[in-house]
T-cell receptor, first 112, second 115 residues
Framework: SQQGEEDPQALSIQEGENATMNCSYK?????LQWYRQNSGRGLVHLIL?????REKHSGRLRVTLDTSKKSSSLLITASRAADTASYFC????????????FGKGITLSVRP | KAGVTQTPRYLIKTRGQQVTLSCSPI?????VSWYQQTPGQGLQFLFE???????NKGNFPGRFSGRQFSNSRSEMNVSTLELGDSALYLC??????????????FGPGTRLTVL
């Protein structure tokens, strides 16, 4: 079963605009990760934010985490056509036998 | 460093057959996880191996099995294939066990089609 639920399911923006994607989850987590997937290929890790962190940056990416609301957002600034892909949030629960549980993903289209 | 490699990249089988997929992790990585991705169910965790031991298992029937070798390479096997097993099978490696606490590196996947 999916732990993370991304929102929106699909997003279409113009090149140069910012893209914001949201993820909500249900149970306590150790960390939350965002991945990108291009057209049915392997996933690429973008960023990991731990439960005691509130915000992280990596290049044009900014991730926030609100554990009280059980939600995270991924912001891509100054989007490019090459950012067109599916984006997944994945949560890792605390405790033994933890594993990465993915949401269904967000399809981002960046129009040139 | 070479990335995670998976072979074969594409596979077509018929119902009832069995299939073995292979994954070579990044050099030095000792943990390998497998995922199934379908349009309907999304990405679902199959199992994780660390130092040749299955550390964690998802909710899949016993037809799905795996193993890891001493060089960390991993194989997964699906027996008595069903149409619903058609999917992209992704392998991911990471440095340590409790792999989910760290970044995972994914291979390109094996696209399995069951006819």
């Amino acid at each position: 079963s999916q732990q993370g639920e991304e929102d929106p399911q699909a997003l279409s923006i113009q090149e140069g605009e910012n893209a914001t994607m949201n993820c909500s989850y249900k149970t306590s987590i150790n960390n939350l990760q965002w991945y990108r997937q291009n057209s049915g290929r392997g996933l690429v890790h973008l960023i990991l934010i731990r439960s005691n962190e509130r915000e992280k940056h990596s290049g044009r990416l900014r991730v926030t985490l609100d554990t009280s609301k059980k939600s995270s957002s991924l912001l891509i600034t100054a989007s490019r056509a090459a950012d067109t892909a599916s984006y997944f949030c994945a949560t890792v629960t605390t405790g033994a036998n933890s594993k990465l549980t993915f949401g269904k993903g967000i399809t981002l289209s960046v129009r040139p | 460093k070479a990335g995670v490699t998976q072979t074969p990249r594409y596979l077509i089988k018929t119902r009832g057959q069995q299939v073995t997929l292979s994954c070579s992790p990044i050099s030095g990585h000792r943990s390998v996880s497998w995922y199934q991705q379908t349009p309907g169910q999304g990405l679902q965790f199959l199992f994780e191996y660390f130092s040749e031991t299955q550390r964690n298992k998802g909710n899949f029937p016993g037809r799905f099995s795996g193993r890891q070798f001493s060089n960390s390479r991993s194989e997964m096997n699906v027996s008595t294939l069903e149409l619903g097993d058609s999917a992209l099978y992704l392998c991911a490696s990471s440095l340590e066990a409790a792999s989910s606490y760290n970044e995972q590196f994914f291979g390109p996947g094996t696209r399995l089609t069951v006819l």
